[in-house]
């Protein structure tokens, strides 16, 4: 069974900056699609980023793009999401998953704890 933890959230200012890490285990790291989801209070779950494995091509929602960037370490079984001006809608427990192929969609029912990422103003 896949693991998936998450890390590097916290408190930062809007117009600041932040790295998150997702380590996994117990699966075939480098030839999943990988993404990084993120929920509000209050909302659903919804898409952010997602990765390729072999030629790392990236997907982000519309809200992020040119602020964030995903990027991988298949030799550490890790996903990264660095985050730049961070705005306060940006609020919100991000969580890593495998993603289904030609869909913005997790694959892995299961979910790690994810990470908290609070943007003051």
Known sequence: QVQLVESGGGLVQAGGSLRLSC???GGTFSTYIMGWFRQAPGKEREFVAKITSSTSS???ADSVKGRFTISRDNAKNTVYLQ???LKPEDTAVYYCNRV???TLKAYFGCWGQGTQVTVSS
């Open 23 to 25: 380590t996994t285990s």
């Open 58 to 60: 990236t997907t982000y």
């Open 83 to 85: 985050m730049n001006s």
């Open 100 to 102: 289904v192929p030609y």
